[in-house]
């Protein structure tokens, strides 16, 4: 360490140009000592004065930078050096336009001073002039040549201007000059992502982290390429590195929060949320995805209290009301939820699930006719695209087919191709022929529907045809009102050899036979709030004089020891080959009890006393607020009374079975 100018006895210009030396090698601490002698013994020694705010803004320390640097202006207010510093540190405690105005006098005392060309390219950049920095940086390579620093701003304000082809240029050309500008290979992942050159850009985020491993920026430019790959759990171990070189990284916890949301990480998701929300508590978007996870975590109200911090920052944030319009919706606040969606609507937000949501909201209401209208914007849903057949052939949408041929085709599960086949005799009343195309559990059950001509199974070959149709969209073709539901059942039909066969198998010897299904697919979103599970239902398998019949193919995993402890119940498994034979065994039942699923429509398409478990905000199809329903005239409803209570659902069945049970027995 360096000796203080008064012990080595050395003049103040001798003392200034040793310190200048340190400073110049990186030695601040020693020079630091040496200005600070020198202040002593001179306190308006301006070299001194200046070089010490610099050491303190290299340091990090602006308070203590500002008020030295402010000095040395005084005693020099014609420094262009003792100016542009000023700016630098100003700009870092972010006064812009004070920087502005100290860049623009430095250059005005000096024009070809490239620093401060640069610099005030900076700052232009901050307050949002981004052409004007883009002129500055041009003045600045003007000023010196190859100047790095200038051509990675130039970079960067291109990007921002999205010349994405120029801002490349700039940044190859930067490394060019210097190859390990790890900053330069970091930025120049944005033009390269915006020209979809998504693996150039990895490689150079890439690169970025093996020359400085501990700067977060490239983890986090990785983690949007890796996102817009799909690769979405590399994308968030990339932000997850981000956030812990620097943890105040906000955009990092952001965009984790939403990886995460995407991968099913709820509880991880909700942290990250919870972690920027708290840095950021103005920002908004933050807020809107830390509603999102808690929707999906089924916890309603919190999630509206974000969005109502969202609407407290932003108003007009269009998204936020769609999403909290998706919460009322799981409140059975059906009438709220439509609102939010129109208020969404007028904002412009450009959502797929608007028009889907809001006609799903409408046929709960039991507006049918403009539901199904917007129920056809299920085809923009990203999660819909899949299913979209593509055919040469126009969309019947009730124009005139008489003499044409007709393929009408399922898209969505077995439920919703049973719940629609009822359609297909009033296609066929309009004079077409009918060819139907479903899933293979399907074929030979639904070629007895009154109407059709034959049907294929996915993926066969089909025959010409002229014009088609997807089952769930024949609604909107008839324009169908609650008063003009084909309700007509039964419209399926078992062969007589299939029912003979099952009722051989079907136990006998209690009055009163009943089948019970209590999950649906797995893979449908919402499954999870619908299937109730077996041990939720054991309370009904007390019930004396009652024959119970399991109607599951396959059995969950969890649910399989249960169904182990109750031998007395009927489980064919795997030998209930296709739903024909499904259906074949509820033709022998006296009632079939359970979650919404696809035997339940099974059921009351074969005019089989169905009684129905749903959940407190219901599928659109069961309505709101009635025991009946318009779709299945043999059905009865069992609604949850609160959120999540299946408790006091299957009491009540229980009690009605019971009552059943006995009447049953006294015939």
């Known amino acids: 360490m360096a000796e203080s100018p008064a012990k080595i006895r050395l003049t103040i210009p001798q003392a200034t140009e040793r310190a200048v030396k340190f400073q110049r090698g990186g030695q601040l601490i020693d020079a630091e000592i040496i200005y600070a002698d020198i202040l002593k013994v001179q306190p308006d020694h301006f070299d001194s004065t200046h070089n010490l705010g610099v050491i303190r803004y290299q340091q990090g320390r602006l308070a203590e930078a500002l008020p030295l640097l402010e000095h040395a202006i005084k005693l020099d207010p014609n420094s262009p050096d003792a100016l542009s510093n000023y700016g630098v540190v100003v700009r870092a405690l972010g006064r812009w336009p004070e920087a502005l105005d100290a860049f623009e006098r430095a250059i005005k005392l000096r024009p070809d001073f490239p ?46 201007l999205k010349r994405s082809s120029d801002a ?18 970091t930025r120049r992942a944005g033009p390269l992502f915006e020209l979809h050159r998504y693996e150039e850009a990895l490689a150079s985020c890439d690169r970025a982290i093996a020359i400085d491993p501990a700067n977060a920026m490239p983890y986090y430019n990785r983690g949007v390429v890796l996102g817009e790959l799909g690769r979405a759990a590399e994308a968030a171990a990339s932000y997850q590195r981000a956030v812990a070189i620097w943890p105040n990284y906000i955009e990092a916890l952001f965009n984790l929060s939403n990886t995460l949301e995407q991968l099913g990480r709820l509880d991880e998701a909700l942290a990250a949320a919870d972690r920027c929300v708290a840095l950021a508590p103005s920002h908004y978007r933050a807020w809107n995805n830390r509603g999102n996870v808690l929707l999906k ?30 919460a009322l919706l799981e409140l059975a606040r059906i009438k709220e939820a439509f609102e939010h969606y129109q208020k969404a609507a007028t904002l412009n937000t450009v959502h797929p699930d608007i028009p889907f949501n809001e006609g799903l909201a409408r046929m709960l209401l039991g507006d049918l006719r403009q539901g199904f209208k917007r129920y056809e914007g299920r085809f923009y849903k990203t999660e819909h695209a899949p299913q979209i057949r593509k055919f040469k052939q126009r969309q019947w949408t009730g124009f005139d087919i008489a003499g044409k041929r007709i393929l ?23 004079g077409a022929e009918v060819i139907l195309q479903v899933q293979a559990p399907l074929q030979t059950l639904l070629a007895s529907v009154k109407g059709v001509s034959r049907v294929y199974e996915r993926g066969d070959r089909l025959p010409a045809f002229d014009v088609h149709q997807y089952l769930m969209s024949l609604a909107a073709a008839f324009e169908t009102e609650l008063d003009t539901i084909p309700a007509d059942v039964p419209y399926i039909a078992v062969p007589a050899d299939r029912i003979e066969k099952w009722r051989k198998r079907l136990p006998s010897g209690k009055s009163l036979r009943v089948g019970l299904v209590w999950s649906g697919n797995p893979a449908f979103a919402g499954d999870a709030a619908r299937s109730i599970g077996l041990l939720r239902l054991a309370p009904l398998l007390s019930v004396p004089g009652v024959q119970f019949v399991s109607l599951h193919r396959e059995v969950r995993a969890d649910d399989a020891p249960i169904l182990q402890r109750f031998p007395d119940v009927a489980h064919f498994g795997a030998e209930l080959a296709d739903f024909t034979d499904t259906a074949a065994v509820v033709a022998d039942l006296d009632l079939v009890i359970g979650s919404d699923t696809a035997v339940i429509h099974l059921a009351g398409a074969l005019a089989k006393p169905v009684w129905l478990l749903t959940k407190f905000s219901p599928d659109w199809r069961w309505m709101l607020d009635r025991q009946d329903n318009p779709w299945y005239p043999t059905a009865k409803l069992y609604r949850q009374p609160r959120l999540g209570d299946w408790e006091s659902v299957v009491e009540r069945v229980r009690q009605d079975l019971l009552e059943l049970a006995n009447a049953t027995k006294a015939r």
């Open 408 to 430: 009408l085709h399922d898209e969505q599960g077995l439920g919703d191709a049973i719940h629609f086949a009822r359609y297909v005799p009033l296609v066929a009343q309009r």
């Open 168 to 185: 490349l240029v700039a940044f190859d050309h930067l490394l060019a000059v210097d190859p390990n500008h790890a900053e330069a290979l």
């Open 115 to 160: 620093e401060a060309h640069s610099n005030r390219g900076g700052v232009l950049i901050d307050l949002g002039r981004t052409e004007e920095a883009l002129e500055a940086y041009n003045r600045a390579m003007m000023a010196r040549r190859g100047y790095v620093d200038a051509l990675l701003g130039r970079g960067i304000a291109l990007t921002i």
């Open 297 to 326: 975590l089924g916890r309603y109200a919190d999630a509206m209290a974000s969005y109502d911090r969202v609407f407290a920052i932003n108003p007009d944030y269009g998204e936020a009301y769609y999403n909290r319009g998706n």
